[in-house]
């Protein structure tokens, strides 16, 4: 087989995908590959402004300002959608704390957002997702190689996966998967980062065989 040849990517043309924290960074990533492959799009993002962008940048998509993390925004999140294919739940801050600096109001922000918010909104969707449609979540590589001052975010994208694996079960035959990214260089980072951003990246692209870090497109197309 030529060096080049490559398998085409599926099509999503006529297909329905949200995507909850689709107005930037990895979510965006995936909602304009998804637009790419022909998918109408359904955006969900707490900040209107971001989300308006977003769309205008996707080349149109429908929008809903909401916040998963709150039952009753997440309960009444797909109201008016009678069908979908595809949900994409990207939504969640990073905090890198020692657990003596968090809060207990910081903890349970860190769980709604990466694991209450995420079952809610599955709650709500799961009864219009079609048969052999599917749900992603996003997990992070602190899951399986932690580091110190991500205790409780380890342990929330831990609990991700864990939640992938036992509503694989529970929904089939949706598809539930979890993705769980390395260092990817987004918007994300600079809030947790901020000036370190720059050697953060260089020291971790010498540390890996591709001798880069992750883009958003990358964890797209998976």
Known sequence: MPSDAHTPSPSLAGQTVAVIGGSSGLGF???AEARRQGAGLILVARD???LSHAAVALGGA??????IANADAASALFGD???LDHLVITAGTARLLPLAAHSAHDLTAVLAERLVGPLLAIKAA?????????ITLTSAQLSTRPIAAGAVLAAAVSGVEALARALALELAPIRINALAPGLIDT???DGLLGDAKRQVLEASAASVPVRRVGRPQDVAQA
Request: charged share 30%; glycine share 8%; no cysteine.
């Open 48 to 50: 209107a402004e971001r």
């Open 29 to 31: 990533a995936i909602a």
């Open 81 to 83: 959608i009678a069908r």
């Open 187 to 189: 918007p994300l980072l």
């Open 126 to 134: 799961a009864p219009r997702l079609r048969e052999g449609g599917s």
């Open 62 to 67: 429908a929008k809903i300002t909401a916040d």
